[in-house]
């Protein structure tokens, strides 16, 4: 299967702390993106993970359980500007150049 | 900081016509991809393209669909005879590296077909 889940929509005050969730099913996983999509704009590329583990960004943290097939975004100290939608990506082994299969997307609104 | 660009910004086109989207990918890049966008859905890959050949194309791709790196610097997307399902944002794409652990998307096409 190709399908990656994650929620619809996900509301936060500014300062706070949110935790968005991705779960992937494949049969030959290669790595899990993350990427920020404010309305109207492209895909920006925040982080990735092929290994377990958690990987840091400033703000941004993503970690990643291949044997779950999960991975979350953490996204720290909240500002207006993180509104956005935060999309989840898979890339497959067998795919050359890394084609990226695209969740739907989380809408996050954050609150002042 | 370098980027991909696009033009046009937004083409409205009738049904039936040819159109083709321009991209210009981050100049010392050397794999290119297209992928669409159908408002409030989700983001769908078409077509990946290295050393003048296309790589991998998903089944949107289809024979209508062509690409082309017609000098270098220039990355196009051609649909022969578009359809009104065609309307979408349409997203260049480069990345360096072999895998392209990071892709760099340009800003969009929109795309609307009457």
């Known amino acids: 299967g190709q399908n990656i889940d994650q929620p619809t929509e996900m509301t936060a005050t500014e300062g706070a702390i949110v935790q968005i969730n991705c779960t992937y099913q494949?049969?030959?996983?290669?790595?899990l993106f993350w990427y920020q999509q404010h309305a109207g704009e492209a895909p920006t590329f925040l982080s990735y993970?092929?290994?377990?583990g958690l990987e840091e960004k400033g703000r941004f943290s993503s970690f990643l359980s291949r044997s779950k097939g999960y991975s979350y975004l953490l996204l720290k100290e909240l500002q207006m500007k993180d509104s956005a939608s935060y999309l989840c990506?898979?890339?497959?082994?067998?795919?050359?150049?890394?084609?990226?299969?695209f969740g739907r997307g989380t809408q996050l609104t954050v609150w002042p | 900081e370098p980027e991909v660009t696009q033009t046009p910004s937004h083409q409205v086109t009738q049904m039936g016509q040819e159109v083709i989207l321009r991209c210009v990918p981050i100049?010392?890049?050397?794999?290119f991809y297209w992928y669409r966008q159908i408002l409030g859905q989700k983001v769908e890959f078409l077509v990946s393209?290295?050393?003048?050949?296309?790589?991998?194309k998903s089944e949107i791709f289809d024979d209508q669909f062509s690409v082309e790196r017609p000098d270098g610097s220039n990355f196009t997307l051609k649909i022969r005879s578009t359809k009104l399902e065609d309307s979408a944002m349409y997203f260049c794409?480069?990345?360096?590296?072999?895998?392209?652990?990071?892709?760099?998307f340009g800003p969009g096409t929109r795309l609307t077909v009457t």
């Open positions: 494949t049969s030959g996983f290669n790595g």
């Open positions: 393209f290295y050393n003048n050949e296309i790589s991998e």
């Open positions: 794409a480069s990345s360096e590296a072999l895998g392209g652990w990071e892709q760099y």
């Open positions: 100049s010392n890049h050397l794999y």
């Open positions: 990506a898979r890339r497959d082994r067998g795919s050359t150049l890394g084609r990226l299969y």
């Open positions: 993970n092929v290994l377990d």
